[in-house]
């Protein structure tokens, strides 16, 4: 099987970004769906009558993948940046929210869970399914991380 998924990569990998990035008109979101079509490949491990089947297998699967990006967009947008700071009035509001937004994930999470938010350090262990040592930990990380930040300024 694992020769099958490999042929099947070469063959038709460009095939299917092709169709992809028509469909979704971004290189990573074709990237990631071509990706997420080969995954499927590999999860299903469907049988085919020949390659023109495997071909249009691989195509449906594209471009339902494609489609299903296209509604996960549409009912998520994104929200600029630029909206988010301007949603804070003062100057220096700005200025921190840009700092907490290039501290890692798991640091800025609970940063802004505990002081934006107001959840004590059990509740926010409760939402990210994490021990109340590991917020802790990440806290004092967080809180280190911006302090080295605004020391450089």
């Not at 990573?28 to 491990?45: G, H, S």
Request: hydrophobic share 40%; proline share 3%; net charge negative.
């Amino acid at each position: 099987m694992e020769e099958d998924i490999r042929e099947a990569v070469l063959k038709y990998s460009d095939m299917l970004y092709k169709i992809c990035i028509v469909i979704l008109c971004d290189e990573q979101d074709a990237q990631d769906a071509v990706q997420d079509t080969f995954c499927r490949y590999m999860e299903k491990k469907p049988k085919f009558r020949d390659s023109e089947h495997e071909k249009a297998w691989l195509i449906k699967v594209a471009t339902n993948i494609s489609r299903d990006m296209i509604r996960f967009k549409m009912r998520h947008p994104k929200v600029a940046i630029e909206e988010i700071e301007n949603s804070f009035a003062a100057p220096q509001q700005r200025e921190t929210l840009r700092e907490l937004l290039a501290l890692p994930v798991k640091h800025k999470t609970v940063l802004y869970l505990h002081y934006v938010e107001g959840y004590c350090i059990k509740e926010i262990a409760g939402i990210l399914e994490i021990s109340e040592g590991a917020v802790k930990m990440r806290l004092r990380r967080g809180r280190e991380q911006m302090k080295l930040l605004w020391e450089e300024e």
